[in-house]
């Protein structure tokens, strides 16, 4: 049998470049501007609806806060773009092409995504040098788990990292024996050590001084442009600060969308949050 | 970067600290030259002359602490408490003793060239994952392997399915009993409860000369220090800080890039390794392997020795097999209705008073001199 295909798949196949630009497997594509897209995202938990047809898009580089009270599903939202918690239906999306419902957590990371938990997380038997160590962008299977040296320019790097985390003094410390709002500093490095495009920050600054709060704000702002930032915060002042797009959340879905100003004279968001 | 270099740790870790050199230099003469030849050159009437009994429980205890060692790796560094190395245990020993048993030749109770349980059980011939069994290199490779890959394919499922702590303990539990039940059946082709025993000869010679058992005590305390050294390599390498982070805040592991699998699947099956290679060492010494073995009790008191000794430490598992060990044997001939309730003891007050087992005495005592 002699099938002749449709003339058209040749020029499709070859990618012409007027069709647009050549779309390439596992890479981050943010040609439009957006890095996250969630889209009619809806879990549910033994028939409570954690998320409910939520939508949510997020530009590259933004910083975007987002708040809402318990339960309106701001650590679900980060649970399934992490893969921890897979959706009941909706899509998730990294940049145009990457489908996060199908990976793993580490093929996530891999792919670009750093996560923050909303309680510090750090290996508190090692030492806070060794847990940046860790954290470091690399070959991360078994194998070379045996011969892998942290040499040269690396150490170069976790000192850097060290520095803007307000760490060096401490780096031989147990990370067990920090206080809380370092270890939470402390996890923030071990996210930015691994250049992620986008970080997702569940309470950061909860447990911190003024000061440190203070910090850790300069810190987010200098970061955004060159990452994309999502805050989960509970500290209005702390969010008024950072001066970004908020989204707030109520009952797994958007209920309000803008600049803090505007999301202060809210009706809905005044009566079921900011006013309570 | 030179400035920063004073706050950074040091680049490299060495293997060991010069005093635990020492250490290994002292139990290299002690248990490579010096018991051996207090055994085999003095006169049994010499007071400096160390018995058969010695050597016998020397070489047992030392098969223990292998064990207690590979727990320690999985348990004490990667947090995944096993209630079931009896089982890999026993099945190094019985891969073993199936080679022992072959080369009984005709010299057994039937004068016959099936081993005695089989004409017992009126078998005409060898069943054919005896094969295989003749053979002392294919044995050794056995030992390796049916422990090896049983760890490997339970390990995979279990914790590809995420399953954790006191669930994965239990599971362990209850695979070491299955297999003690099935071990147990006639049919099974394994001597069913009596197990293997009455052994004549290994690679042709006697196994009852002084010669022979000398060699098998010296073997176990170089597998010994082996497996101590290949433990201690592996955790000062970034494997063992990945693994002790896994134990500490596993979900951060995955944050930050890791699969978690791989890492655990490789010190289980490398822990369920060195266990086989003890219970292949243990099994000419004790001459039996049985069903027992595989009892729950016996995996739980295996990870007793650790606790008591210390876990995450190596070296305290050691101890705590060797200090458990010497207590039950002298236990169990002066007062043996007593001693599960010592054990019991024993590990009550080591949980509660001595969170670091009897290690941590040690780095205590030192800690007061400085």
């Known amino acids: ?44 938990f033994d028939g409570f609806r954690a998320l409910n047809n939520l939508s949510l898009a997020i530009d590259a580089g933004e910083l975007r806060c987002i708040i809402g009270p318990n339960g309106a599903g701001k650590t679900t939202m980060m649970d399934v773009i992490t893969g921890k918690t897979r959706p009941d239906s909706g899509s998730i999306y990294f940049g145009q092409t990457i489908d996060l419902t199908r990976m793993s957590e580490p093929e996530i990371v891999t792919a670009g995504i750093g996560r923050k938990f909303q309680k510090p997380t750090v290996f508190e038997q090692h030492s806070v040098f060794d847990n940046l160590e860790l954290a470091l962008r690399g070959e991360k299977r078994v194998r070379h788990s045996w011969h892998s040296r942290c040499q040269g320019e690396q150490r170069d790097r976790i000192a850097e990292i060290l520095e803007t985390i307000h760490l060096l003094p401490m780096a031989r410390q147990q990370s067990g024996a920090l206080s809380h709002g370092q270890k939470q500093w402390l996890e923030i490095g071990m996210l930015l050590i691994q250049e992620p495009e986008l970080l997702l920050l569940d309470e950061p600054v909860a447990g911190m001084t003024d000061e440190e709060s203070e910090q850790s704000a300069e810190l987010f702002l200098s970061l955004a442009g060159r990452h994309s930032l999502m805050v989960v915060e509970h500290d209005m002042a702390f969010v008024s600060k950072l001066n970004s797009r908020v989204t707030v959340l109520h009952e797994g879905s958007v209920l309000a969308e803008g600049r803090m100003e505007e999301i202060r004279h809210h009706p809905r968001v005044i009566e079921v949050y900011l006013g309570r | 970067m030179d400035s920063h270099s004073s706050a950074l740790p040091p680049e490299k870790q060495p293997l060991l600290s010069p005093l635990a050199w020492k250490g290994v230099g002292l139990y290299a003469i002690l248990c490579l030259l010096v018991v051996p030849l207090l055994h085999l050159l003095l006169d049994a009437h010499s007071p400096w002359h160390i018995s058969a009994y010695f050597i016998n429980l020397g070489g047992k205890i030392l098969c223990y602490a292998i064990v207690a060692v590979a727990l320690d790796l999985i348990w004490g560094y990667a947090g995944i408490l096993s209630l079931g190395h009896g089982l890999f245990f026993a099945l190094g020993g019985y891969a073993f003793g199936m080679y022992l048993m ?179 060492l243990y099994v000419p010494q004790v001459g039996i392997i049985n069903p027992s073995e595989m009892s729950p009790a016996n995996s739980i008191e295996i990870a007793i020795w650790v606790a008591v000794g210390g876990r995450a430490s190596l070296i305290g598992p050691v101890l705590g097999a060797i200090t458990v060990n010497l207590a039950k044997s002298w236990f169990t001939v002066s007062f043996p209705e007593y001693w599960l309730f010592f054990l019991g003891l024993l590990f009550v007050t080591v949980t509660l008073w001595l969170p670091g087992g009897l290690i941590s005495l040690l780095s205590r005592l030192r800690k007061g001199e400085s």
């Open chain 1, 1 to 44: 049998m002699n099938l002749s295909l449709p003339e058209t798949s040749d020029t499709f196949f070859q990618g012409n470049s007027s069709l647009g630009h050549p779309l390439l497997p596992g890479v981050l594509d943010t040609s439009h501007r957006v890095i996250l897209y969630l889209e009619e995202v809806t879990v549910t």
């Open chain 2, 102 to 280: 072959r080369s009984i030749g005709r010299d057994g109770v039937y004068h016959a060239d099936l081993p005695d349980f089989m004409v017992f059980l009126n078998w005409k011939e060898l069943p054919w994952y005896w094969t295989g069994s003749d053979h002392f290199f294919l044995s050794v490779l056995l030992v390796l392997l049916i422990p090896g890959l049983l760890a490997f394919v339970f390990g995979y499922f279990a914790f590809r399915s995420r399953i954790k702590g006191v669930y994965f303990s239990i599971i362990t539990q209850a695979l070491t009993y299955a297999f003690m039940l099935l071990f147990f059946r006639n049919e099974t082709g394994f001597g069913g409860n009596n197990g293997f025993t009455d052994f004549k000869r290994l690679l042709g010679m006697s196994i009852t000369t002084p010669e022979m058992r000398v060699t098998l005590f010296v073997l176990s305390a170089l597998t010994l220090l082996a497996a101590l050294l290949l433990c201690r390599w592996m955790i000062t390498r970034k494997f063992g800080r990945i693994l002790t982070a896994i134990r500490d805040a596993e979900s951060r592991v995955m944050f930050i890039g890791y699969q978690p699998l791989w890492y655990k699947l490789t010190a289980w099956t490398l822990s369920a390794l060195l266990a086989a290679i003890a219970g292949a």
